[in-house]
C-alpha cells in the first residue's frame, strides 16, 4: 500500500475512533445530583403557629422578606456606622472571599481537563558516533547537530464522564465557598449587633447599679447618725454597710465586662484594643424594631447560608460517587504529534524532514488489589453522610428561628413583669415621698423606696436589652437577608447568591 494511503487511512480510523469517543461522552457514570425536596410545610415553627404579635409594640409578619441591611431597623446611626466599618475591615469576611475566589479558579482548572491538551518543544543535540555505530544520517556524517522541534496534542476523551463528574464536584465546592463566604458575613453582622447591644446595656447596668450603691450609702449615713442617737442598734449599721459593700462589688465585675465588651467590638471592627475607638451606645437610643419579617418555613432552607452550603457539598458527594465509578472503567487516550529534523535549523521546515505520529489506545484497570471498589464504596458512605448532614442542618435551622420565637415572646413577659415591679416600686417611693413631706415618717423609708425602685430599673434595662438581642438573633437565624444583596453576586456571576444553582 502506498505511503500516502496508509497515511489517510490512519487519519480515517483515528477521526472514527475520536468520533466513537465523543458520541459515547454523552455518558455520566454515578448518581445525578436533585436538589433535596424541602421539608413537609409544618403549620409553624412552634406549636399552636406563630402569633400574631409578641407584644403591643412588637409584631410578626409571616411570610415577610428579610431587608439585607436589617440592622438598620433599630434606627441607631451609632450601630449603623459601626456595622459598616466591620463589614469592610473584617480579616473574616476577606479570608472568606478569598476562599472563595481560590475554589472558583480551582474550577475553571478542572474545567480545563475535559480539553485536548498541547505542548511544543525544541531540541539541539550535537553529536559524535563511534565508528562502531552505523551512520544515523543519510550523507552517513558521525559528527552533527541534530535540531528537532516538536508539537504533541493530546485528548482524552470523558467517555464515561468522570471528568465531568470532578468539575461538577469543583462547582459544588465554590457553591459551598460562596455561601460559607455568606453565613461569615451574617455572624459577623450578627455578632457586632449583640456586641453593641450587649455594651448599651452594660453602660446602662452600670449606671443603675452606681445609682443604687449612691443611695445604699446614703441610707447608711443615715443609719449611723441615727446609731450616735442611741436610736439603733449596731447591728443595723452593720447590715447596712455589708448592703454597701455588696453594692459596690457588684460594680466591678460590669467595668471588666464592660471593657471586655469594648475589646470584643474593637476586635470586629478590624481594629486591636489600643488602636480602636468604640463609642458608648446608649441603650434608650435603640429603637425595638416594631414589625419582625418570618419567612415561610418552606423558604428558611433557601435562605439560610448554611443549609445551602451543606446542600453544595452533598452534590459535591454525589458527584465524587460518579468519579469513583469512571476510575474503574477504561479510558480511550488519543495523542497526536508533528514537527522536523534537521541537521540546521533552516532545514526543520522543509518536506522531507517533516514528521508526525497519531495513536488511540485503550487502557482499562485489572487488579489494583480492590483499591477502586473500595474508593467507590468509600465515596458512596461519603456522600450517606452528607445526606445527614444536610438533615441535620435544616433541622438546625428550623431550631434556632423557635427558640429566637420562644426567647422574644419570654423577653416581653420579662419585660412586663419588669415593668410592673417598676411601676410598683415608682408608687412605693411616691407614698413615702409624701409621708416625709407630711412628717409624718423618716428618711430612710424614702430611701428604701429608691434602692427598690433603681433595682427595678435595672431589671427592665436587662429586660430591654435582651429583646433587643433576641430580635437580631431571628433575623440571624431566618438567614440575615443574603439574597436581597448584591455585591456578591456582581463578584461572582457563576453562581451567585440569591439564584439557585442549576441542578439536574
Known amino acids: 500500500m502506498p505511503h500516502a494511503r496508509r497515511g489517510s487511512l490512519q487519519t480515517v480510523l483515528l477521526a472514527s475512533a475520536a468520533a466513537a469517543a465523543l458520541l459515547l461522552s454523552a455518558c455520566q457514570v454515578g448518581p445525578d445530583f ?8 409544618p403549620a409553624g415553627y412552634v406549636k399552636g403557629g406563630l402569633p ?30 459601626l456595622m459598616e466599618r466591620a463589614i469592610k475591615a473584617s480579616p473574616d469576611i476577606e479570608s472568606a472571599t478569598a476562599a472563595l475566589r481560590s475554589a472558583h479558579e480551582l474550577y475553571l482548572a478542572q474545567k480545563g481537563a475535559l480539553l485536548p491538551t498541547v505542548d511544543a518543544g525544541y531540541t539541539v543535540v550535537p553529536q559524535k558516533l563511534s565508528n562502531e555505530i ?20 493530546g485528548y482524552t476523551p470523558d467517555v ?10 469543583a462547582q459544588a465546592q465554590v457553591d459551598a465557598q460562596r455561601f460559607q463566604a455568606e453565613a461569615t458575613y451574617l455572624a459577623l453582622t450578627a455578632n457586632v449587633a449583640a456586641a453593641a447591644i450587649q455594651q448599651a446595656s452594660l453602660i446602662a447596668q452600670i449606671k443603675d447599679a452606681e445609682a443604687l450603691a449612691a443611695s445604699d450609702r446614703k441610707t447608711l449615713d443615715i443609719l449611723r447618725r441615727s446609731l450616735q442617737a442611741g436610736e439603733i ?55 425595638l424594631p416594631a414589625d419582625l419579617p418570618v419567612s415561610l418555613p418552606s423558604d428558611l432552607v433557601r435562605h439560610r447560608p448554611d443549609v445551602q452550603a451543606a446542600e453544595a457539598n452533598l452534590h459535591a458527594a454525589s458527584a465524587n460517587v460518579g ?16 514537527g522536523g529534523q534537521a541537521t540546521d535549523f533552516a532545514g526543520l521546515f522543509s518536506g ?22 473500595h474508593r467507590q464504596k468509600s465515596a458512596e458512605a461519603l456522600l450517606d453522610q452528607a445526606k445527614a448532614q444536610y438533615r441535620g442542618a435544616v433541622l438546625a435551622a428550623f431550631q434556632n428561628v423557635a427558640d429566637s420565637l420562644q426567647a422574644l415572646q419570654g423577653d416581653a413577659r420579662a419585660l412586663d413583669a419588669a415593668a410592673a ?73 457563576q453562581s451567585a447568591p440569591g439564584r439557585a444553582p442549576q441542578r439536574r
Open 233 to 287: 442598734a449596731a447591728a443595723d449599721v452593720a447590715a447596712q454597710e455589708v448592703i454597701v459593700a455588696q453594692a459596690d462589688q457588684a460594680v466591678a465585675p460590669l467595668r471588666k465586662q464592660l471593657a471586655q465588651q469594648n475589646d470584643l467590638i474593637a476586635f470586629l471592627a478590624g481594629k486591636t484594643p489600643a488602636e480602636g475607638e468604640v463609642p458608648a451606645l446608649d441603650l434608650a437610643r435603640f429603637v
Open 34 to 41: 436533585h436538589t433535596p425536596a424541602p421539608p413537609a410545610a
Open 323 to 338: 468519579v469513583a465509578i469512571a476510575a474503574r472503567l477504561p479510558t480511550f487516550p488519543l495523542s497526536a504529534s508533528g
Open 160 to 169: 464515561f464522564g468522570g471528568l465531568r463528574r470532578q468539575a461538577e464536584n
Open 352 to 373: 522531507p524532514n517533516a514528521f508526525w505520529t497519531l495513536s488511540a489506545a485503550v487502557a482499562a484497570p485489572i487488579y489494583q488489589g480492590g483499591q477502586l471498589k
Open 134 to 153: 552505523s551512520p544515523t544520517l543519510n550523507n552517513n556524517a558521525d559528527v552533527f547537530t541534530l535540531h528537532t522541534a516538536q508539537v504533541n496534542v
Open 421 to 493: 415591679v417598676d411601676q410598683a416600686a415608682g408608687r412605693s417611693l411616691v407614698a413615702a415621698q409624701k409621708q416625709l413631706s407630711a412628717g409624718e415618717g423618716s428618711v430612710l423609708p424614702v430611701l428604701v423606696a429608691e434602692q427598690a425602685q433603681l433595682q427595678a430599673r435595672a431589671a427592665v434595662t436587662q429586660a430591654k436589652a435582651a429583646r433587643l438581642a433576641d430580635s437580631a438573633a431571628l433575623f440571624q437565624a431566618l438567614g440575615g437577608g443574603w439574597w436581597n444583596r448584591a455585591d456578591f453576586a456582581e463578584a461572582s456571576p
Open 52 to 81: 400574631g404579635a409578641i407584644a403591643p409594640d412588637q409584631r410578626l409578619a409571616a411570610g415577610g422578606d428579610v431587608p439585607a441591611r436589617w440592622w438598620e431597623a433599630y434606627e441607631s446611626p451609632e450601630l449603623n456606622a
